[in-house]
């Protein structure tokens, strides 16, 4: 059974940092592409940063601002995420498949950036 559990979310001022962690399970980490989406109220549920197949990919909204990296001996993912601004609040998702980062979702963190 594939398990994503988040965590490191919470309260932060804008222009604060945040690490989001996600520890996986459940599936073949190395050949899996791993990564976050986000959900902001009211909004469709959008890809944040993504790696597959050795690449990263990241959304045009957090370029230079959002590091997302793995240890792949721990079957762990980060989200390293700095210059934090209003427009990021969202509830955060590990996710994770064999082809993309979708078809296995967490529970979710809540990110809350205030101005």
């Known amino acids: 059974e594939v398990q994503l559990v988040e965590s490191g979310g919470g309260l932060v001022q804008a222009g604060g940092s945040l690490l989001l962690s996600c520890a996986a399970s459940g599936f073949p980490f190395d050949d899996y592409a791993i990564g976050w989406v986000r959900q902001a109220p009211g909004k469709e549920r959008e890809g944040v940063s993504c790696i597959s197949d050795g690449y990263r990919y990241d959304a045009d909204s957090v370029k230079g601002r959002f590091t997302i990296s793995s240890d792949n001996a721990k079957n762990m993912v980060y989200l390293q995420m700095n210059s934090l601004k209003p427009e990021d609040t969202a509830v955060y998702y590990c996710?994770?498949?064999?082809?993309?980062?979708?078809?296995?979702w967490g529970q979710g963190t809540q990110v809350t950036v205030s101005s």
């Open positions: 996710a994770a498949g064999p082809t993309g980062c979708y078809g296995h």
